[in-house]
């Protein structure tokens, strides 16, 4: 539609619909070497007393002519072909009808359809931030700092993963509601805190991490890491990089890592960000195991260093552009984080039967998970039955079973049910 | 010694460590683990054998409680808690009676509550065979339940 530098003369064209270009006038180019046989373009035509101006079809040919397809208006204010009796000018320029530009409230308002090819480098719609959980508002695991840090290769918020050596540390990772801190204007809420308060030995590496499901995530394309960081006193170096997980079982191929960025944290809520180009998985082998997943690797300072690093935050885009961190409903958060584990309360295997008899109960998870999860029971209590257990499990549901202790009569177990179908 | 792993008859896995069921899914982090505990050349404790119906049987019947018919003391009919403290206590006012040291209230009858803590009015010679036939009966139940005999005894306890 548009081109630069482009004008021609047309010898009194006058008010055919169709006429022809008569060549560039010095220093500027013609239609027909920037635009193609048939191709729509912006057009001008002025004879110095009268302009018209429109949407043309460039035609190729000896002589090349140009359409006055729709006429978007005139110096006589009408949309008619206006009758031009001279030599011509015909440029290529946007008329204002069509031209985009911010108002005097710096907003811009378009007049007809958005076509994009992308926002920021990354995917136009949908979920822009592919970490789960990245603004740290579901813990429910209910870790805590003064809880202990979960064991290594363990989870702690919902979705985010710990790995660490060493021994004797005194460590954990819990959830912390802010508190006169200025990101809670941008809607933050919580964050995660990564305590070391006492070093231990042995210990050369400490990662909080996430992986995101899928080793296609952002491959071959430019990505951006982001966060909200700070540190409760001093400076420390919070390290990031990705890590391509092919999975396992078969013979995947190897991992393949990044390299590290590093942001100097200071006490200040500041937003880091990092931006890198992730290699193709094209001729990749994933394993067999349906694991495959691109982590995002937040690596904390290891040895004998002691501090507390807070996160919130956090996201993970496609692009070479930091964009605002992307809002989803709590109740769309919480369905994500459900895929990798939730908790059930107060389920119950009950029923009539004989002594020894047995009984079965089937319940669908909260949502579908990963996997089928490993479950684990808590909060038992017995009523004339016992020997509960997890019969059978899929992705959809699980299936318990118990025992009737005396019968013939009722008996009952109820209990609390964890589910995890997380990443190793 | 407990291995960290124990198979079930359903397919699922505990984890002894926290006695999780883990699912025969490969996709699944800690059924991964278990493989790899595998490959290291370890075992699972197989799965338990299924509890025999009769053992099971002679096992609820130890649990209680027990039905009591009287023939001459209807009042004392019903069921009655035969839990291991309860059991020793009946054997202590039995052996009191026997020793002649009387019924606890020293009367003629004493409270002895059922299974519902409903107190019933026992006499003496009563609540002696009371003692005698649950030791009976506890004896043929445990019997079963360790496998010596495949005769269960009656859950209802016949007194005079």
Not at chain 1, 201 to 228: H, K, L
Not at chain 2, 65 to 84: F, K, L, M, N, R
């Amino acid at each position: 539609m548009l081109r630069d530098f482009v004008e021609e003369t047309a010898s009194a064209p006058g008010t055919a619909a169709t006429f022809n270009l008569a060549g560039a006038l010095t220093g500027r180019v013609t239609f027909g070497s920037v635009f193609t046989s048939g191709a729509l373009c912006f057009y001008y035509m002025d004879d110095g007393s009268q302009a018209e101006w429109g949407i043309g079809t460039f035609t190729s040919g000896a002589p090349n002519t140009l359409t006055r397809t729709t006429v978007l208006g005139n110096t006589a204010g009408t949309t008619a072909r206006l009758n031009f009796t001279g030599t011509t000018r015909v440029y290529n320029e946007i008329p204002s009808a069509r031209a985009i530009y911010a108002d005097s409230n710096s907003r811009v308002t378009l007049p007809g359809d958005l076509v994009l090819n992308s926002v920021g480098g990354g995917q136009i719609g949908g979920f822009r931030n592919w970490l789960i959980n990245g603004q740290m508002i579901f813990n429910q695991r209910g870790v805590s700092v003064a809880g202990g840090m979960p064991v290594s290769g363990g989870y702690s918020l919902d979705r985010w993963q710990v790995i660490y050596d060493g021994t004797g540390a005194t460590h954990g990772v819990g959830q912390s509601t802010l508190a006169n801190q200025s990101i809670q204007d941008l809607g933050l809420k919580q964050c995660a805190s990564y305590s070391v308060t006492v070093a231990g030995s042995g210990n050369t590496v400490r990662q909080f991490r996430q992986p995101i499901e899928s080793v296609f995530t952002g491959a071959g394309r430019t990505v951006t890491v982001s966060g909200y960081l700070w540190v409760q006193s001093g400076t420390q170096n919070v390290g990031v990089f990705l890590s391509q997980h092919f999975g396992s079982g078969g013979s995947p191929s190897a991992d393949i890592n990044t390299a590290a960025q590093t942001w100097a944290v200071t006490t200040t809520p500041t937003r880091f960000s990092a931006t890198f180009n992730l290699p193709t998985v094209n001729g990749k082998v994933l394993g067999t195991n349906n694991d495959d997943t691109l982590i995002v690797v937040f690596t904390m300072p290891t040895g004998a260093a002691t501090y507390q690093v807070n996160m919130t935050g956090m996201q993970f885009e496609i692009g070479p552009v930091v964009t605002p961190f992307e809002w989803r409903s709590i109740g769309t958060e919480l369905e994500l984080c459900l895929r990798f584990y939730q908790v059930q309360s107060q389920l119950q295997v009950a029923g009539y039967g004989n002594s020894s008899g047995g009984l079965v109960n089937i319940y669908p998870y909260n949502a579908m998970m990963r996997a089928a999860p490993t479950i684990a029971l808590s909060s038992v209590v017995q009523t004339n039955a016992n020997a509960q257990s997890v019969a059978y499990n899929n992705a959809r549901l699980a299936a318990y079973q118990a025992t009737v202790v005396s019968g013939p009569n009722f008996g009952a177990v109820s209990f609390t049910a964890s589910m995890t179908a997380e990443f190793p | 010694m407990m291995a960290d792993y124990s198979l079930t008859s359903t397919g699922m896995i505990v984890r002894t460590a926290d006695g999780a069921f883990i699912p025969p899914d490969s996709s699944n982090a800690d059924h991964q683990a278990y493989v790899r505990w595998l490959g290291e050349g370890n075992t699972a404790d197989p799965a338990e054998p299924p509890v025999p119906a009769i053992v099971a049987a002679a096992l609820a019947l130890l649990a209680g409680p027990v039905q009591v018919v009287s023939a001459s003391v209807p009042a004392i009919d019903g069921a009655y808690p035969i839990d291991t403290a309860t059991q020793m206590q009946i054997t202590g006012i039995a052996a009191a009676i026997d020793a002649g040291f009387g019924l606890p209230s020293q009367a003629e009858t004493f409270n002895w509550p059922d299974a519902a803590n409903t107190a019933r009015a026992w006499p003496a010679a009563q609540f002696s065979a009371f003692a005698k036939a649950l030791m009976i009966f506890l004896y043929q139940a445990a019997q079963v339940a360790q496998g010596h005999s495949q005769t269960l005894p009656s859950a209802t306890l016949a007194l005079p």
